[in-house]
Nanobody, 124 residues
């Protein structure tokens, strides 16, 4: 199975940018559809972005479309989430997820493997 480790979170101000990374080990990332989800305190885990196995298909939550970009470097076994124009409402723990399929989409139950999460805090 694949192991996922997120990094790149931190404390930033509104309007700043961050790039999250999700490093995969144990299996080749190119076999997996990937996604990013986030969970704010006391709230359910929500879809952020998804990308297909080969990177040719992407999807975004309405709340982040135009500000966030999901990408992957299969040669480096790494998934990315570039986050621009951050807002306080983007504050959450961000998780990457994977399933051994072509594309998994926006449902959290469509993913089998999860990282431990990385905290993103955006101050106003």
């Amino acid at each position: 199975q694949v192991q996922l480790v997120e990094s790149g979170g931190g404390l930033v101000q509104a309007g700043d940018s961050l790039r999250l990374s999700c490093a995969a080990s144990g299996r080749t990332l190119s076999n997996y559809a990937m996604g990013w989800f986030r969970q704010a305190p006391g709230k359910e885990r929500l879809f952020v972005a998804a990308i297909s196995r080969g990177g040719g298909m992407t999807d975004y939550a309405v709340s982040v479309k135009g500000r966030f970009t999901i990408s992957r470097d299969n040669a480096k076994n790494t998934l990315y989430l570039q986050m621009n124009s951050l807002k306080p409402e983007d504050t959450a723990v961000y998780y990457c997820a994977a399933r051994n399929t072509v594309y998994s989409g926006s449902r959290s139950d469509a993913y089998d493997y999860w990282g431990q999460g990385t905290q993103v805090t955006v101050s106003s």
